[in-house]
């Protein structure tokens, strides 16, 4: 064995450590991907506040102009009222979660009280492929299988034989199939993977004790979903439902291909409205850096902007209240 | 959530194609890219430095790019592509992106070209406008489309059009077809070939909204919309009319019963048609000038431009 004797190099308690002991280049590093994430995200809000107000600041139109329901900036005094993209966003998005939301809970409870194994191995991967199918695949089923099949068939072979639906289609109006209805389908479609995973999410994450307490008292499995899994989870369940909210408002391109793009004050379902997102989409290539036109769809961004904002802020409320529960 | 990187790992991917299906590139060769460091700005140079052009072409080496109108993009694509496959080291880049992004990059200098269906001086500010120089490369037509279930219907005159656009008469039995409610469909009030219609058929007519009117984004949007729509009506370029994939599914019609043809434009008795101005920023030069001068040679105006429907501007 070597000699046993160590050297301690004589070292002051207060001796100035390299300069790299003193960084601690790891933190340094994720602070940095922090910070520059911060820095995008507040660059952006500014940037799209700052374009967003050039419509009242630089071109003189009030605030009051965007709840004006008439869209015409061609016009020798040009209208730059927004109203009817606002509320076609409102009214698609609002018609996707009602078909959505049903789906979507129901699916997530299969997923995790009801599904045997085999079947959440199908289940799961199937909806991880809904998700990564992008956004035009779905806008270009919708425009070469749904439209016609809205405008065709079913008017023609399955509603006019059914009671009420029947009287819907045959109103004036209904003829297209590029309507409110058919992009409130697609979007339907395109949320339910968001609205699923963070209901399963929430079902999962009630504690198992609830559950067998639950059956041990004699309730059915029926009982406990109504009685106990749902007011439990609700919290997480709407938290769902806002970021589908979220997701559905913010698509453009599915949603453009099939709801007519006609920016008319939406009347009925069956009638062609259009979005903020898709009318921004419409025109942005062509119209001009500056003029009060670009400026208005800058408008429509912040409008978007301050939507997306209110869901984050409405998710971080409702869970809080959960947290604080 | 579950599943928020594989969300994100998709829009890329879409953004990626997004990019990829708007810009195309005619390279005549792997070393093209290198060549763009030593664009020459001579043309005299660059003619001697390339023997094996045609010897019509003047050749010039480096790289440009163009942008906007979607109605132009198929005319200068075909004629990139000619000109690298002439000009081994040219690379021209076409972009589509409407005629307003054309005019305010070319104004701002991102891009060498910029395409427009309509002038420079009723988009952008004067003072913008006053610096861009125009060139006239070709005449473009568009013609009125229909849906082919509205039969017996093959010329509309400009009060008819005036009519059914402004939404004055609502059923195509009210000029001359079937029973059928009449849906129009627009491009979108920004576009070019919708400024160019309203202006040249309608009038400035105020046009119909609400209803049975659809917008639709492009010429292949329109398209599609048209075909899949029961009584629908709409304008496209000729370029796309006369794709032999299009044609079967649409049904054009005569304006004032004159043909919709590239000699009627030629000869100026069909209207509907308007010039295709590329602008550059200042007096072009270099490449830009080369292949300025390439579309107004005889392969562009005499072969590509009737291939591709356009009418050609200069005499062979």
């Known amino acids: 064995?070597?000699?046993?004797?160590?050297?301690?190099?004589?070292?002051?308690?207060?001796?100035?450590?390299?300069?790299?002991?003193?960084?601690?280049?790891?933190?340094?590093?994720?602070?940095?991907?922090?910070?520059?994430?911060?820095?995008?995200?507040?660059l952006l809000l500014l940037f799209i506040f700052w374009q967003g107000i050039q419509l009242f600041v630089k071109d003189g139109q009030?605030?009051?102009?965007?709840?004006?329901?008439?869209?015409?900036?061609?016009a020798d005094t040009p209208e730059y009222g927004i109203l009817p993209f606002i509320l076609g966003t409102l009214v698609v998005t609002v018609g996707a979660l009602a078909i959505s939301t049903p789906l979507s809970v129901g699916l997530a409870l299969f997923l995790s009280e009801v599904a045997p194994n085999w079947a959440k191995s199908i289940v799961q991967p199937a909806l991880e492929i809904f998700v990564g199918i992008p956004s035009v695949v779905w806008g270009w089923l919708g425009i070469t299988v749904l439209v016609p099949w809205l405008s065709d068939t079913f008017p023609k072979k399955i509603a006019l034989t059914l009671p009420i639906v029947g009287q819907v289609f045959s109103m004036p109006g209904f003829l297209t199939g590029f309507s409110w209805l058919a992009g409130s389908l697609v979007l339907s479609i395109m949320v339910l993977p968001t609205i699923t995973s963070v209901s399963y999410d929430a079902f999962r994450a009630v504690p198992q004790e609830l559950r067998t307490g639950s059956l041990a008292l004699g309730t059915t499995r029926w009982q406990t979903i109504r009685h106990l899994l749902i007011p439990a989870a609700l919290s997480g369940v709407l938290t769902a439902v806002v970021l589908g909210m979220t997701r559905a408002a913010g698509e453009a391109l599915a949603v453009q291909m099939v709801i007519g793009n006609s920016p008319t004050l939406p009347a009925a379902i069956t009638q062609p409205v259009t979005t903020l997102t898709s009318q921004i989409t419409l025109d942005?290539?062509?119209?001009?850096?500056?003029?009060?036109?670009?400026?208005?769809?800058?408008?429509?961004?912040?409008v978007l902007l301050i939507i997306s904002v209110t869901s984050v802020v409405l998710v971080r409320v409702i869970n809080k209240r959960r947290l604080g529960a | 959530?579950?599943?928020?990187?594989?969300?994100?790992?998709?829009?890329?991917?879409?953004?990626?194609?997004?990019?990829?299906?708007?810009?195309?590139?005619?390279?005549?060769?792997?070393?093209?890219?290198?060549?763009?460091?030593?664009?020459?700005?001579?043309?005299?140079?660059?003619?001697?430095?390339?023997?094996?052009?045609?010897?019509?072409?003047?050749?010039?080496?480096?790289?440009?790019?163009?942008?906007?109108?979607?109605?132009?993009q198929p005319l200068i694509q075909d004629a990139a592509t000619a000109y690298a496959a002439a000009c081994p080291g040219a690379t021209v880049t076409v972009n589509g992106g409407g005629s307003g992004t054309g005019l305010s990059q070319v104004a701002a200098g991102s891009v060498n070209i910029g395409a427009s269906d309509v002038l420079a001086a009723s988009k952008l500010q004067a003072a913008d406008a006053a610096k861009l120089v125009d060139h006239v490369v070709c005449r473009q037509g568009w013609i009125v489309?229909?849906?082919?279930?509205?039969?017996?219907?093959?010329?509309?005159?400009?009060?008819?059009?005036?009519?059914?656009?402004?939404?004055?008469?609502?059923?195509?039995?009210?000029?001359?077809?079937?029973?059928?409610?009449?849906?129009?469909?627009f491009r979108p009030q920004s576009s070019g070939t919708r400024a160019t219609?309203?202006?040249?058929?309608?009038?400035?007519?105020?046009?119909?909204?609400?209803?049975?009117?659809?917008?639709?984004?492009?010429?292949?949007?329109?398209?599609?919309?048209?075909?899949?729509?029961?009584?629908?009506?709409?304008?496209?370029?000729?370029?796309?009319?006369?794709?032999?994939?299009?044609?079967?599914?649409?049904?054009?019609?005569?304006?004032?019963?004159?043909?919709?043809?590239?000699?009627?434009?030629?000869?100026?008795?069909?209207?509907?048609?308007?010039?295709?101005?590329?602008?550059?920023?200042?007096?072009?030069?270099?490449?830009?000038?080369?292949?300025?001068?390439?579309?107004?040679?005889?392969?562009v105006q005499g072969t590509i431009i009737p291939k591709d429907s356009y009418g050609p501007v200069a005499a062979q």
């Open chain 2, 197 to 299: 219609f309203l202006k040249l058929v309608l009038g400035g007519a105020k046009e119909a909204t609400g209803g049975q009117t659809l917008t639709e984004d492009s010429n292949g949007a329109v398209t599609t919309a048209v075909t899949k729509t029961n009584g629908a009506v709409s304008v496209i370029g000729f370029s796309y009319y006369n794709d032999p994939a299009n044609k079967s599914l649409l049904n054009g019609l005569q304006l004032d019963g004159v043909d919709a043809t590239i000699a009627n434009v030629g000869n100026s008795s069909y209207k509907l048609s308007a010039d295709g101005n590329l602008y550059t920023n200042g007096t072009a030069s270099g490449l830009t000038a080369a292949f300025l001068d390439f579309m107004m040679g005889s392969q």
């Open chain 1, 1 to 42: 064995m070597a000699q046993m004797t160590t050297t301690y190099e004589k070292v002051s308690l207060r001796a100035k450590r390299r300069w790299q002991d003193r960084i601690d280049i790891p933190q340094v590093v994720v602070f940095m991907a922090a910070a520059s994430m911060i820095a995008i995200v507040a």
């Open chain 2, 1 to 72: 959530m579950l599943n928020g990187t594989r969300r994100f790992g998709a829009l890329a991917i879409a953004a990626a194609m997004v990019v990829g299906a708007c810009s195309s590139t005619a390279t005549a060769s792997p070393a093209a890219t290198d060549a763009m460091a030593a664009a020459t700005p001579s043309a005299a140079d660059a003619m001697a430095s390339t023997p094996a052009a045609a010897p019509t072409t003047n050749c010039v080496t480096g790289s440009i790019t163009t942008a906007g109108s979607t109605a132009l």
């Open chain 1, 62 to 74: 009030s605030i009051g102009t965007i709840f004006d329901s008439t869209w015409n900036p061609l």
């Open chain 1, 284 to 302: 942005m290539g062509n119209t001009v850096f500056g003029e009060p036109w670009q400026d208005a769809l800058w408008t429509m961004s912040l």
């Open chain 2, 145 to 185: 489309v229909t849906n082919p279930d509205v039969t017996g219907v093959t010329n509309l005159t400009t009060q008819q059009n005036i009519d059914i656009w402004t939404g004055k008469d609502t059923n195509w039995n009210q000029v001359g077809g079937p029973d059928l409610p009449i849906v129009l469909i």
